[in-house]
C-alpha cells in the first residue's frame, strides 16, 4: 500500500492508493492487510506506521523527510519539560518523533485537536506540544488553559501578510481557508480555518468559487483535480518567496518511490520499548476519535 500526504509532489499523490492528511492515513496504516507501507510523507508519519504496524514492512523513500516541528522537540528535552509540570496531561501533535509520542499520554492531529481537548477532565491542566501556533488555536476554540511547547512550522509561518491583503483586495469574492499552525495574525484573516482535509471538504461545500489557501501548496493539486471549476490561489512566503512548500516533503520523488518499492529500502526501525509507549497515546486518539 502506498500512503501519501496531501503536502506530497503530484505526480506521487497520483499514484497513491490512498491520499489524506495525518489522521486519515493513520487510520489506513492500521486498518491495512498490506504486508508493505510505503509512506510517501516524513518521517514521523512513516514512524506512526510502523508503531501501528510492527510486523509489516514500513518504507519511507528518503530517510532524510524530515520535519521542522518533530526536529525541535527533542526527546531529552522534551523530558526536562514535562519535569517541569510533573501534573499536566499531556497531549502531542502527531508531528513529533515515536520517542517524544512515547512521552505523552494522547496524540492529536490538526482536524481532532480540539475535539479531543474538550473530552479530557476540565480540572486536569494540560501541556500542549509542539506546535505553539496550533496550540493557540486549539486553547481558543476549546476554552482550555494550554500550557505550550514553543515549537511551529518552518511553512506555516512564512506566509506573507501583506500579500494575503493584496490576494484579498484583487480577489474580493475569494473565500480566506487556512490551516491552524499558521500564525495567529494570519489566522485572524481567515474565513474558515481547519486540517488539509477540512480545508479540502471546505472548498468542496461552500458556496464561493475562488479561495485563498493558506497551507502547504500540495493540497492545491487535489482541489483543482475535484474542483476544476473553482479557482485555487496560493499565498507567497514572505519576500515574495516560494518557501510555502515543505522542503521536507518534496524530498520524496518518484524515483526513490520506485527505488524504495524495487528494494524494499529504506525501512524504518524502532526500539520495541519505545515502540509499545509509544502506541499507547495513538490508540487513546483512534479511540477517542470514533
Not at 64 to 71: F, I, K, P, Y
Not at 73 to 97: G, K, L, M, T
Not at 117 to 137: S, Y
Not at 206 to 212: G, L, V
Request: charged share 20%.
Amino acid at each position: 500500500m502506498i500512503l501519501a500526504h496531501f503536502y506530497q509532489n503530484a505526480e506521487i499523490q497520483d499514484i497513491a492508493d490512498v491520499i489524506g492528511d495525518s489522521l486519515e492515513l493513520s487510520r489506513r496504516a492500521a486498518d491495512t492487510d498490506a504486508e508493505v507501507i510505503v509512506f510517501c510523507g516524513v518521517h514521523f508519519m512513516a514512524e506512526t506506521a510502523k508503531i501501528l504496524n510492527p510486523g509489516k514492512t514500513v518504507l519511507l523513500p528518503d530517510l532524510d523527510a524530515g520535519c521542522s516541528l518533530a526536529d525541535a522537540c527533542p526527546a531529552d528535552a522534551f523530558a526536562a519539560f514535562r519535569a517541569q509540570h510533573p501534573h499536566h496531561y499531556v497531549v502531542s501533535y502527531i508531528n513529533c518523533s515515536a520517542a517524544v509520542k512515547a512521552q505523552s499520554d494522547l496524540i492529536c492531529t490538526s482536524s481532532n485537536a480540539v475535539s479531543l481537548v474538550q473530552q479530557l477532565p476540565p480540572d486536569r491542566p494540560i501541556l500542549f506540544a509542539p506546535d505553539q501556533n496550533l496550540g493557540r488555536w486549539v486553547a481558543r476554540q476549546s476554552g482550555r488553559e494550554l500550557t505550550l511547547w514553543p515549537g511551529s512550522c518552518i511553512v506555516h509561518e512564512t506566509f506573507s501578510e501583506q500579500a494575503l491583503l493584496k490576494l484579498r483586495l484583487d480577489h474580493p469574492g475569494a473565500e480566506v481557508i487556512a490551516h491552524p499552525e499558521c500564525l495567529p495574525n494570519m489566522l485572524d484573516l481567515a474565513d474558515f480555518i481547519g486540517s488539509t482535509s477540512k480545508l479540502l471538504h471546505r472548498a468542496e461545500t461552500s458556496d464561493a468559487t475562488a479561495f485563498i489557501v493558506l497551507t502547504e501548496p500540495g493540497i492545491l493539486h487535489q482541489m483543482r483535480l475535484k474542483l476544476p471549476h473553482k479557482t485555487f490561489h496560493e499565498v507567497p512566503g514572505q519576500d515574495g518567496c516560494s518557501c510555502n512548500a515543505c522542503p521536507y516533503m518534496r524530498l520524496n520523488t518518484l524515483e526513490k518511490l520506485w527505488h524504495c518499492l524495487a528494494t524494499l529500502e529504506p525501512a524504518i526501525e524502532l526500539d520495541e520499548a519505545v515502540r509499545t509507549r509509544a502506541l499507547l497515546p495513538i490508540q487513546r486518539m483512534l479511540e477517542m476519535s470514533r
